[in-house]
């Protein structure tokens, strides 16, 4: 069978290159812009996110129509920020690489403008510029437009909201009349509107999902605490997820550097990245988020503009952003390629609104997400600490000649005791951190009292749901939207009906409106999940719903589980013996350590 992308048009040498670089199949906007595109006599609007593989959508066809026999610019690429106009050469380079004579050249500020001069001078076909450098270059006659054929505008709402409207406006003056203009936009503000009016004539118009829509493998949670907490429930949120690759967004400069300060204080591995760095400091912050050596990255959203890395796990909106647009611009640097990602706001309670307001324009709504508690922390850490002691990869040659020693240090141990003393180890002193931590939610009655009367369905009327327990949670590898969509499958209730949903590590709670309990028990009479049955009660957990053990049997489980965790005496494990240190969850109780840095730095 042929390769998809010949049957798309784009010829062998290129389809070479791209296979090397993992191209299988087009993305969905590949597929559909690429025909298009490829007749070079459309002008184009692409309504797409960033990570959807856009830049191959207008990359291919453009490699396709230039003629790499002249040496003069044939297309102009214009974005916002000078990593994605690096990350935009790039890629056509790598597309281009068995091509003849192909030239991209990257024009952006920051940089010398010699060496791309220089450059331009040796002969170019495509040039991918930022609009400021751009229009030096112009100003200075250093490059002839007269010839370009194609200009493309990425992400065309960005570069509006950074203001180079006017620079747009000179920089295409140079260039001819005839030209094709293809424009991709994140979203479509009546400003990209406008220009789309502007540029081009009778476009063809392609929106991949609806019109402002994120990506749809994000899940979007918001979180409702205390200006004052806000900086404690985010580090909660980190600690509860050990496995976070995170893109932090501040509103200002000065918060961006004070939270990467605090969490670097902490022991967290997060730097800053902001307008008031050096070219090469944001390059060195860049380089080391890329390779992983941070974790977080804590960013202003120019500063973030066009960020292209992938695999990041969760955006945070630690203040939202004072545009609505840039709500989707953020989340989109998660869930890139195909992957999923969870865009979380930590919000005070006279923010909802701005949560509404965001729902109305991405079209999808918020899960609400408690913070998770310090034992909700702990669990999952332990668990996590769990799962690595049992996927380690042992090296069996070396550890054998210790192998011996080792056991005779723990020949006085049963099995039990040891794998007590090691998952302890790195637990304790989490559970020591978290010992007194207090709850750092909003009251329910604070949140509704202030909230204005519109009510998310999910926080609704209390009194018309019911807390269901379910013995599927984190450790089983279900995020909150994950619980949501297995049980609507598996029962036919709407997910719009169900209230809160809190993930904890081996379990879940689901609220459910009271006239669906009686279908999802039916649901779930006998189903398995990897082998395990599945088992649905309603909580004991009485202080979270109005309406516990109406007429039904209390979960003697779950009981254990709560009551165990407010008194700190019955803890997670059922069977712990309380007389045993390390047993049940107070009794890893120690001397509380003051520099939490050197505790954190642990992990
Ligand atoms: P973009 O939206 O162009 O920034 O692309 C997002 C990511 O998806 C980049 O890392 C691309 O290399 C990757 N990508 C683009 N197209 C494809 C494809 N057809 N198959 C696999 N990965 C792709």
């Not at 999923?340 to 609400?368: A, D, L, P």
């Not at 107070?586 to 050197?598: A, I, L, N, Q, T």
Request: glycine share 10%.
């Amino acid at each position: 069978m042929n390769n998809p992308f010949i049957e798309l048009g784009i010829r062998h040498d290129i389809v070479n290159a791209i296979t090397e670089l993992g191209f299988e199949n087009p993305t969905p906007i590949q597929e559909q812009s690429i025909p298009v595109l490829l007749t070079g006599s459309n002008d184009f609007v692409g309504l797409a996110q960033t990570g959807t593989g856009k830049t191959a959508a207008f990359g291919l066809p453009l490699l396709e129509l230039l003629d790499f026999e002249e040496n003069y610019p044939q297309a102009l690429v214009l974005c916002p920020t000078r990593e994605l106009c690096l990350q935009i050469t790039n890629d056509l380079k790598n597309y281009s690489k068995n091509l003849k004579n192909a030239n991209v050249v990257a024009v952006y500020g920051g940089a010398s403008i010699s060496d791309q001069l220089r450059q331009i001078k040796r002969g170019v076909q495509i040039v991918v510029a930022t609009p400021g450098r751009m229009l030096d270059i112009l100003d200075r006659k250093a490059i002839d437009f007269s010839q370009v054929q194609y200009v493309v505008l990425d992400e065309a709402d960005e570069m509006l909201n950074m203001g180079f409207q006017e620079d747009i406006d000179s920089i295409l003056s140079n260039t001819p009349e005839d030209k094709k203009t293809w424009l991709f936009s994140a979203t479509m503000p009546a400003e990209v509107r406008r220009i789309s009016k502007k540029y081009m004539t009778d476009p063809y118009e392609l929106t991949m999902g609806t019109k402002n829509t994120g990506n749809a493998n994000i899940e979007h949670e918001y979180y409702i605490v205390r200006a004052r907490d806000k900086y404690a429930a985010f580090k909660r949120i980190v600690d509860f997820n050990p496995e976070i690759f995170g893109i932090v967004f501040c509103r200002t400069k000065i918060e961006t550097q004070e939270i990467a300060e605090s969490l670097v204080k902490d022991g967290y591995n997060a730097d800053a990245l902001h307008g008031d760095l050096s070219q090469q400091q944001r390059d060195k912050v860049m380089k080391r988020y890329r390779e992983r050596s941070l974790q977080l990255l804590i960013a202003t959203d120019v500063a973030a503009r066009g960020i292209d890395v992938n695999d990041v796990t969760h955006v945070i909106n630690y203040s939202l952003p004072d545009e609505i647009e840039n709500y989707t611009h953020r989340s989109g640097r998660t869930a890139r390629a195909g992957k999923s990602g969870v865009s979380i706001s930590i919000v005070n309670s006279k923010e909802i609104g701005k949560i509404r307001q965001i729902e109305r324009v991405i079209g999808k709504k918020f899960i609400k997400g408690e913070i998770p508690t310090g034992f909700d922390v702990c669990e999952k850490q332990l668990f996590g600490l769990i799962h690595k002691v049992h996927n380690v990869e042992v090296n069996e040659q070396q550890i054998e000649q210790y192998l011996p020693r080792i056991m005779d240090e723990f020949a006085d141990l049963s099995k039990e005791d040891v794998i007590k003393r090691f998952a302890s180890i790195e637990f304790n002193s989490f559970l020591e951190y978290y010992k007194n931590a207090p709850d750092l939610n909003v009251p329910e009655d604070t949140r509704a009292s202030r909230d204005g009367g519109e009510k998310f369905p999910r926080t609704g009327n209390r009194s018309d749901f019911t807390r269901l327990f379910i013995n599927l949670g984190s450790v089983d590898g279900f995020s909150r939207g994950d619980i949501l969509g297995y049980f609507c499958n598996q029962t036919g209730i709407s997910g719009r009906t169900i209230g809160k949903i809190d993930v904890k590590g081996v379990y879940s709670f689901i609220e459910v409106a009271n006239g669906d309990v009686d279908t999802a028990f039916n649901a779930f009479k006998s189903v398995e999940n990897h082998g395990r049955q599945v088992r649905i009660e309603i909580s004991a957990d009485g202080d979270r719903v109005s309406n516990r053990g109406e007429g039904r049997g209390s979960f003697a489980g779950g009981s254990n589980y709560r009551s165990g965790r407010r008194e700190g005496g019955g803890g997670f494990r059922g069977n712990s013996d309380r007389n045993n240190n390390g047993g049940g969850f107070r009794d890893f109780s120690g001397k509380r350590r003051e520099d939490r840095g050197e505790r954190r730095k642990k992990y």
